[in-house]
Structures are given as structure tokens and as C-alpha cells.
């Protein structure tokens, strides 16, 4: 049975990510602040394993006691929609659980690749390949950058797997999904993939369901060919 991890399960897209791994008949350990955030989730077969933890302090070695037995990790992590959460700290929250997750999985004892499922955002370009985002775009993000550190740390936060875990990795393997303009829906609806944005995110932005990324990012793991075609890459997600 699959075992997964899962950072920021308390969120949005995270609450709907954990419902549906289980669904799957995917063993579930959630990381949350306050368990009582998962209590309507439905656990019928006793795979939900709730861990009340913050990834900023939880010790690289807590982490991979955590890691132990999973195949993967999912992050979900994003800063609260208030000024404290947007311009508080830690400001490098993504960032920094990305780079945790990294020592971790050093410290882990596995035969396989730990896989890392990062959500992210489709303002963030992927520079491992030519995406020339409209210059209307490009200027828009630059301003974002010097006034919005969220925005700052999902862009290290993929940085950080490019570069510094890079494709070669033997212990651990990444993809960055990027939703465009996220919105609530209940039931997972048809989606399309892409490798790059087909949209200016900022001024022609798509629409993309929390419940069709996560529906995403749980078959990335649970799929293989579908792990071999995006492992190292930053998809892009929309609904059709």
C-alpha cells in the first residue's frame, strides 16, 4: 500500500488532496497544527494518521521518522490571505518545508526515490525551458516580486527543486503542478494538462479547481507513466 505525507493538509486544495489519497486506498499522514482542522474527513479503514506539527520547527529527524515508509510527500503549503500571513513570518514558508523535506529524505532509509508533489502557481515561469511569458506579464511578476513575498517564496520554492536537487536526484524525484486562478468545486470535472501556461495568468487567467489539483497531483503518484512524463517538470493545470 502507498504511504504519502502531507504538508499543509489543513488548507484547501489540502483538505481535498488527504480525502481523495484515501479514497485511492493511499495511507495518509497529515501535518496540520491543530488536528480538529481534518475532523470531518472520512477515515473509514483507520489510513489517516493526524501529526499536530509546524514544518518551520519540527526537528530535520522528527521529519524523517515521518518520511519513514512513505513513497511520497505532498506540499499544499501556502501563507494565509491576511497581512500578517502575507507579509509575517516566515516568509520562506514554502521554501524552507521544500528544503526540510530535502534533509529529511537524506536521513531516510529507502530502495526507491521518495516522490515530492509541490503545488505552485502558473505566475511562476518554469526556467528549465524557454517560456517567454507577454512582457505585460513579465512586468506585472516583477512588481509582485518587491511587494508580495508570497509570491517571492513559491518562485524559490520550485527554484530549490530545479536547481538544487536537480533531475538526477537518487533520493528524492519532484513535480511542480501550477493551477491557474483557483476556484471551489465539488466534484472532480474533466482537466488538461499542459507544460507551459496557454494563458497570460495575470491578465487572461484560466480557471482551475482545488478538487481537480488535487485529483491531479494524487494520480501523479499512483500512476507511474504519468509520474515518467511530468518527473522534473512543472505542469500546468486548467479545466476544460
Not at 537518487?170 to 507551459?196: C, F, M, N, T
Amino acid at each position: 500500500m502507498s504511504k504519502a505525507l502531507v504538508l499543509g493538509a489543513s488548507g484547501a486544495t489540502g483538505r481535498l488532496l488527504v480525502k481523495l489519497l484515501l479514497d485511492k486506498g493511499v495511507q495518509v499522514i497529515a501535518l496540520v497544527r491543530n488536528a480538529g482542522s481534518l475532523a470531518n474527513i472520512i477515515d473509514s479503514n483507520g489510513q489517516l494518521d493526524i501529526v499536530e506539527a509546524e514544518i518551520s520547527t519540527i526537528p530535520d529527524q522528527e521529519l524523517a521518522k515521518l518520511l519513514a515508509g512513505c513513497t511520497s510527500v505532498f506540499s499544499c503549503l501556502g501563507h494565509n490571505i491576511s497581512f500578517k500571513g502575507i507579509y509575517g513570518h516566515p516568509r520562506r514558508l514554502v521554501t524552507d518545508a521544500v528544503a526540510k523535506v530535502a534533509r529529511a529524505v537524506e536521513l531516510v532509509q529507502t530502495d526507491h526515490p521518495i516522490k515530492m508533489v509541490l503545488m505552485n502557481t502558473t505566475g511562476n515561469s518554469n526556467r528549465d525551458i524557454p517560456e517567454k511569458p507577454p512582457f505585460s506579464q513579465r512586468l506585472v511578476v516583477a512588481l509582485l516580486r518587491l511587494i508580495l513575498p508570497p509570491h517571492v517564496d513559491n518562485e524559490q520554492a520550485a527554484d530549490f527543486l530545479r536547481v538544487q536537487i536537480g533531475q538526477d536526484n537518487h533520493k528524492l524525484e519532484w513535480v511542480v503542478v501550477r493551477p491557474d486562478g483557483l476556484i471551489d468545486e465539488e466534484q472532480v470535472s474533466d482537466y488538461k494538462i499542459y507544460a507551459s501556461p496557454i494563458r497570460n495568468p495575470i491578465f487572461d487567467a484560466g480557471k482551475t479547481s482545488r478538487v481537480n489539483v488535487a485529483d491531479f497531483m494524487s494520480e501523479l503518484v499512483l500512476d507511474s507513466d504519468l509520474w515518467e512524463k511530468w518527473k522534473g517538470k512543472m505542469p500546468v493545470i486548467y479545466n476544460i
